[in-house]
């Protein structure tokens, strides 16, 4: 027959703390996770971090020599985008980037990434960085940005 074996987390424990170990232990962990939490917001502020960001005029002028990614949903996309945007929604691009046409064999081209205001954006340039899309940026403000500015959409 095997023994099977224990762990007495009470050791040494005066017997008054015994039936509160669970407890303390439930409390830690309650605000072990409201610290490591963390928002959309904290997460486009730490992808901003590592990426690079450009602006309207810096997008507009790369528009004739760079790759223009929409990562918004495809209705977005339709009401109106960027000249020359291909749209992949920033929730599949991982799956759907590198079977992609225009973008198979394209690690080292420019690609101008672009939202509605900037922060899915940030996450997508982040993602693509890490999947070896070394020269792809972020426009900043987005597509709300880039009307507001009175530039071309289609």
């Not at 945007?85 to 101008?112: C, M, T």
């Not at 900037?118 to 940005?145: I, P, Q």
Request: charged share 20%.
């Amino acid at each position: 027959m095997a023994v099977k074996p224990t762990i007495n987390v009470n050791n040494g424990c005066p017997e008054s703390y015994k039936n509160r170990l669970p407890v303390i232990a439930n409390i830690h962990l309650f605000f072990l996770k409201m610290i490591m939490t963390l928002t959309a917001m904290d997460l486009v502020a730490q992808a901003k971090q590592h990426i690079v960001e450009i602006d309207i005029d810096a997008a507009k002028n790369s528009l004739e020599t760079s790759l223009i990614l929409d990562v918004r949903e495809a209705a977005e996309y339709t009401a109106g985008h960027l000249p020359g945007a291909f749209n992949i929604p920033r929730g599949v691009l991982e799956f759907k980037i590198g079977s992609h046409p225009d973008f198979q064999d394209k690690q080292d081209a420019h690609i101008i990434v672009y939202c509605q205001s900037g922060g899915r954006s940030a996450l997508a340039t982040e993602v693509l960085n890490k999947m070896g899309f070394n020269n792809a940026v972020s426009m900043a403000g987005g597509f709300k940005a880039w009307t507001e500015s009175g530039n071309e959409v289609v």
